[in-house]
């Protein structure tokens, strides 16, 4: 069965940090795009950054970029996302997916995790 499931949410300080991890299964990364997704209180969901295994093309959307690095480990099947300098604006719930990741767009496929809250308040 393919999965996703992302683990490492929580409540933090402007200017703190966290790192989000998203376990994969039921399939091995070696050929796949992970992205992180958000989705903020009464906002649409945004992309934030994806990392293509194949050639290790990475994305970050400008609001993030600088301050989150995206990073995988094939062989624990995990997709990391490190948050640093976060802001309130950071706050929501954040997703990873399976993608398409370019260097400049990242677009969903068909399988998403069920999400971790980042809550950045003080």
């Known amino acids: 069965q393919l999965q996703l499931v992302e683990s490492g949410g929580g409540l933090v300080q402007p200017g703190g940090s966290l790192r989000l991890s998203c376990a994969v299964s039921?399939?091995?990364?070696?050929?796949?795009?992970i992205g992180w997704f958000r989705q903020a209180p009464g906002k649409e969901r945004e992309g934030v950054s994806c990392i293509n295994s194949s050639d290790d093309t990475t994305y970050y959307a400008d609001s993030v970029k600088g301050r989150f690095t995206i990073s995988e480990d094939i062989a624990k099947k995990k997709v990391y996302l490190q948050l640093n300098s976060l802001k309130p604006e950071d706050t929501g719930v954040y997703y990873c997916?399976?993608?398409?990741?370019?260097?400049?767009?990242?677009?969903?496929?068909?399988?998403w995790g069920q999400g971790t809250l980042v809550t950045v308040s003080s």
């Open positions: 997916a399976l993608v398409r990741c370019w260097a400049t767009l990242i677009n969903p496929l068909n399988l």
């Open positions: 039921g399939f091995t990364l070696d050929y796949y795009a």
